[in-house]
């Protein structure tokens, strides 16, 4: 079965902070795809990124970084420089070829104070 | 342009009705989704149907029953509602696949009362 642990529940932070949200997940498959997904206030679910397991590539977008560590099963994310519409909810997912369904982990709430 | 669409994005009801929560897609995808977070948060597939085709099953009450007329559209019903019903119900589409990414429709806020 394929498991997705998000440890820190919230994290509050100040503004040009940076904030780091650590996923680590369980699966037994060899091919799996992680995911990480924004819930903001507005209650929308914003697809942020995918990441295959055959590709430790770490991957940066503006502010917004990734670091993929398959000897660690961790798929962390970091904000840098974190602005307030930065706050929401964040959640790590997995998907593999045995399983077919997006496991959700239980997300991280992340506060932004100006 | 919605991507993906729900109605309502609202629902209030009592006890014992039965509603409807209706989900459309104009992305072309085959496979689509519903999934109920509940207070906590915690986000949980229900089912899938791709092509119109039931292929994920979750343990949910059969009170809950999709229905996909075509494959831009699943619908999901609910009979006798219960106070353990209250929740967000997303429904989501991809491409088939599991490396596929799955995009989320703006949700549905079911509060029985």
């Known amino acids: 079965a394929q498991k997705v642990t998000q440890a820190q529940t919230e994290i509050s932070v100040v503004e040009k902070e940076d904030v780091t949200l650590d996923c680590v997940y369980e699966?037994?498959?060899?091919?799996?795809?992680l995911f990480w997904y924004k819930q903001p206030p507005s209650g929308e679910l914003v697809f942020l990124i995918r990441?295959?397991?055959?590709?430790?590539q770490n991957e940066i977008s503006g502010r917004y970084s990734w670091n993929f560590q398959k000897s660690t099963s961790s798929f962390n994310f970091t904000i840098t420089a974190s602005q307030v519409v930065d706050s929401a909810v964040y959640f790590c997912?997995?998907?593999?070829?045995?399983?077919?369904?997006?496991?959700f982990g239980a997300g991280t709430t992340v506060t932004v104070r100006a | 342009d919605t991507a993906v669409s729900q109605t309502p994005k609202y629902l209030v009801t009592q006890m014992g009705n039965d509603k409807s929560i209706k989900c459309e897609q104009n992305?072309?995808?085959?496979?689509m989704y519903w999934y109920k977070q509940d207070s906590k948060k915690f986000l949980k597939i229900m089912f899938s149907?791709?092509?119109?085709?039931?292929?994920i099953n979750e343990t949910v009450p059969n009170r809950f029953s999709p229905k996909s007329p075509d494959k831009a559209h699943l619908n999901l019903h609910i009979n006798s509602l219960e106070l353990g019903d209250s929740a967000v119900y997303f429904c989501?589409?991809?491409?088939?696949?599991?490396?596929?990414?799955?995009?989320f429709g703006p949700g549905t806020r079911l509060l029985v009362l």
């Open positions: 989501a589409s991809s491409q088939e696949g599991m490396k596929e990414t799955q995009y």
């Open positions: 149907y791709n092509n119109k085709e039931l292929i």
């Open positions: 997912a997995l998907n593999t070829f045995a399983d077919y369904k997006l496991s």
């Open positions: 699966t037994r498959d060899t091919t799996y795809y």
């Open positions: 992305l072309g995808h085959d496979t």
């Open positions: 990441r295959n397991s055959f590709d430790e």
